[in-house]
């Protein structure tokens, strides 16, 4: 049925620690995700991708991992700064087959961190 | 490069109105997806466009409807709004459709509809 209200789930972390957020996706043919960060007012910021062909992929301060054995992703970001507070969001794409993925994201309820000084 | 750019930011319409936003996709790209963002259900997908043509629509009534233009350029429309309408519309885009193509949001338009 219909949801009242997303509940989503909260992460609170000093500065300077690394934090990590989780998502399970809900596609086992999903062969494409993606770590969107979004601040309060503004659009979803993409942050780092992870195709499915691989387990781990590093950017700058921030890695994805990919299970898919359990369809699990995870964000971990290095030195966290109070810059870093906002929304995160995954999200996954089906494969292209049939044509049903045409631009179509699906999103995780999101997750939000809360970094303090 | 500008990224992508929606008009307006805000708006305010009454139940029963219908609402045009804009969508100004990043230079080159030519998909442009649209989502609906509430408190309630997140972020839900609207509808894809590409080379002017809707590849894809999600689980929306008629009322939405969108299009794309020849410089892909996109607008979505909403008819007879109803108060659950209320949320910030978001436009993304990519340079191709379909496989793993980043897409990258605009800011948004965020509907109220009193």
């Known amino acids: 049925g219909e949801s009242v209200g997303l509940h989503l789930p909260t992460l609170s972390v000093q500065e300077g620690d690394n934090s990590i957020i989780n998502c399970a996706y809900s596609n086992s043919a999903s062969d494409y995700f993606i770590w969107y960060k979004q601040e309060s007012g503004k659009g979803p910021q993409f942050i780092i991708d992870?195709?499915?062909?691989?387990d781990k992929r590093q950017g700058q301060r921030v890695t994805v991992l990919l299970n898919k054995t359990v369809k699990h992703l995870s964000l971990q970001i290095a030195a966290t700064q109070p810059g870093d507070s906002a929304v995160y969001f995954c999200?996954?794409?089906?494969?292209?087959?049939?044509?049903?993925?045409?631009?179509?994201?699906?999103f995780g309820q999101g997750t939000i961190l809360t970094v303090h000084p | 490069k500008a990224g992508v750019t929606q008009t307006p930011r805000y708006l305010i319409k009454t139940r029963g109105q219908q609402v045009t936003l804009s969508c100004s996709p990043i230079?080159?790209?030519?998909?442009v997806s649209w989502y609906q963002q509430t408190p309630g259900q997140g972020l839900q997908f609207l509808f894809e466009y590409f080379s002017e043509t809707q590849r894809n629509k999600g689980n929306f009534p008629g009322r939405f409807s969108g299009r794309q233009f020849s410089n892909s350029r996109s607008e979505m429309n909403v008819s007879t709004l109803e108060l659950g309408d209320s949320a910030l519309y978001l436009c993304?885009?990519?340079?191709?459709?379909?496989?793993?193509?980043?897409?990258?949001f605009g800011p948004g338009t965020r509907l109220l509809v009193l």
């Open positions: 993304a885009s990519s340079y191709l459709t379909g496989g793993a193509e980043t897409q990258y």
């Open positions: 992870i195709r499915s062909n691989m």
């Open positions: 230079s080159g790209h030519r998909s």
């Open positions: 999200a996954e794409k089906p494969p292209r087959a049939g044509g049903t993925s045409y631009g179509k994201l699906t």
